[in-house]
């Protein structure tokens, strides 16, 4: 059964070695992230699930590697402690983000797996793999990872689109909320061209949620880089 969740953004701009010298811009959520991770520990979880979007979709294990080479920087990181025998890192971005934060806080509070769905993954689909999530044991935890849309400033990504602001609004407030039902309705076709890397994330949360009642809190809400960035949690 879900017990607790964090919603994290996934940007590699979220590790300072990333971010180098704009690495404060994004202090704030750096500490609403931490926040959040402290009260999926505070629900004492049997198993955590980190669920992010990827290009091809996978599972991982604890200790899986993952790595910020590619951007530049000689880092490498692990999904929580443990050895990974693999020879390269595997973890996709999102998730190797996750495995940053997850090392930052230092957690050790229960058994960590990850699963990378695909971006395009049909709603109804990440509806069934959040309730299969959700019964991995008697009390489960998810760390959510996902960015809202890359459409927000002419700037942006994905330049200015004028959907993009209340798209990631009725986001924020849905997950502010537990509006599970307003996280399953969220339109496909349209997180796809506003460039949403976190609606197939949310609507397995939304799926693993649907059978418990959990309150929320949005800790954190902005759009530096014109990228949407949220963070909330439910318990």
Known sequence: MLVAAAVCPCPPLLVPE?????APELDAARAACTDALGVLAAARPDRLVVVGAAEEPGTYP???????????????VTLGQGQDTAAEPVLPPSLAV????????????????????????????????????????ERVA?????????????????????????????????LGAVDVAALQALDAGLADELKVSGRAPWQVLAGAAAEVDLSGALLYEDAPYGVGYLVATWS
Do not use: H, N
Request: a negative charge; aromatic letters at 6%; glycine letters at 12%.
């Open 18 to 22: 990333v971010a180098a010298g704009a």
């Open 62 to 76: 604890q200790g899986a590697r993952g790595t910020f080479r590619g951007f530049g920087v000689e880092l490498d």
């Open 98 to 137: 996750a495995g940053w934060l997850l090392g930052r806080t230092g957690w050790s509070d229960a058994p960590i797996e990850g699963l990378a769905v695909a971006q395009t993954l049909a709603p109804e689909r990440c509806a069934e793999t959040g309730a299969e999530l959700a019964a991995r044991a």
């Open 142 to 174: 998810l760390l959510v990872m996902g960015d809202a849309s890359a459409c927000r400033t002419v700037k942006a990504p994905g330049y200015l689109d004028e959907r993009a602001a209340p798209f990631d609004a009725e986001v924020a407030r849905a």
